[in-house]
């Protein structure tokens, strides 16, 4: 995706409001499978005291079941849009080799609310993990857009308030993503 957005911005061609829209069902569908994935299977043994997902579905069997209930959902996602659940091959520069009908989409529906209904699940649960207060001093950065949750668009801020100028970096806090460049970290 990321490849589709530099040809794009370099060649300044405009995609229709339906492409954003269907691309930010991708990246819906990735964030959901991949979070799952992590949050079950990476972080949960970590707090819980076990070696693995194997000693997470010990302890929390139905937590088990459900996160992979929603990595599925997510997977589902990823296949109507991106033509297959990992590794994506249906984008291409402007849009969609192909884009799934109403019915297709109408189809996933229920199995979407119910992963709505299983993060919510899973969140209380996550809520309830001993983690410590851990303080690092870093710069955090990430994109902003006042009108919804920026995926790729939007400005690039940071909680430094201001960066050293440079002439290869503009300020993290005014930069437009589409124009952003990489800074080093020297």
Same mark, same amino acid.
């Given at each position: 995706?990321? %490849? /589709? ?22 990246? /819906? ?6 979070? %799952? ?24 069997? @139905?937590?088990?079941? %459900?996160?992979? @209930? ?14 297959? %659940? ?26 979407? @609310? ?24 870093? @710069? ?11 995926? /790729? ?34």
């Amino acid at each position: 995706m990321s %490849a /589709c957005y530099a040809v794009e911005r370099a060649l300044d061609v405009q995609v229709a409001s339906g492409i954003h829209d269907l691309r930010r069902l991708l990246y /819906c569908g990735e964030w959901i499978q991949s979070h %799952a994935l992590h949050v079950l299977m990476l972080h949960a043994p970590d707090f819980l005291g076990v070696d693995d997902v194997v000693g997470v579905s010990r302890l929390h069997p @139905e937590r088990v079941k %459900a996160g992979l @209930e929603l990595k599925k959902a997510g997977n589902t996602l990823m296949a109507l849009v991106g033509g297959r %659940a990992i590794h994506p091959v249906n984008v291409k520069d402007g849009g969609f080799y192909s884009v799934p009908s109403r019915e297709q989409v109408l189809a996933v529906v229920e199995q979407l @609310e119910r992963a709505k209904e299983i993060a919510l699940e899973q969140l209380t649960w996550v809520a309830t993990f001993d983690i410590p207060d851990v303080e690092r001093p870093v @710069e955090l950065v990430a994109l902003r857009d006042g009108r919804r949750y920026p995926f /790729c668009d939007g400005r690039l801020v940071s909680t430094r308030r201001r960066r050293p100028a440079s002439r290869s970096a503009p300020s993290a806090t005014t930069t437009p993503a589409s124009r952003a460049r990489p800074t080093s970290s020297r």
